[in-house]
């Protein structure tokens, strides 16, 4: 199985602040990476597919990058809607399967 | 407008059984994939379950052999069938749609609480 680490678990951040999160996966898995933000009580949101791709509507101040085995979600000036639990997600079609990262709480510095 | 409304969830004892099911309008279940995601308390996301567009369906190892989603097309529903539930089931179950290998639209969830 391809696994995904995702960092870091929690990152306490300042409105204003530009802020990363990485996924490493154990092997190449293309494109094929998903960003998600969830709040508490309430289902995930897409952000960004392919590793790069903004869903539509979704603020410009996010987004996606890498390949194969490193990908980042960058949110570059923090607001205060942002502070949520962010989490990647990838595909495998060996499998196949849907794996999500562990996720990532931006918490408020 | 899509939406996607689960329902179903309960208490239940261990051993025991669960349908759930996901009521889909806005889309054709049969023109996405469809797929149960869940979510224990506090806990991050894990993948259940998908059925293709053309009807191939896969789950995850830890609920293989157990639990079995299927799809109803006249009515646009798709079900998760839930056998021989332990504690570690205990979640929100997500019913979701995917255009291909993301999940693009959520529905609000349904707790299950597999206790005795």
Redesign the interface.
Known sequence: DIQMTQSPSTLSASVGDRVTITCRSSQIIAN?L?W?Q?KPGK????LI??ASTL?SGVPSRFSGSGSGTEFTLTISSLQPDDFATY?C?K?DSS?????????TKVEIK | DVQLVESGGGLVQPGGSLRLSCAVSGFTVTNYYM?WVRQAPGT????VS?IYSGGTT?S?DSVKGRFTISRDTSENIVYLQMNSLRAEDTAIY?CARLP??????????TLVTVSS
């Open positions: 094929w998903a998600y969830q289902a995930p949101k897409l597919y392919e869903k989490y997600q595909y499998s196949p399967s849907y794996t999500f990262g562990q996720g | 797929s991050g996301l894990e993948w998908i896969y995850a997500y291909g290998t993301y999940f693009d639209s959520w529905g609000l969830g």
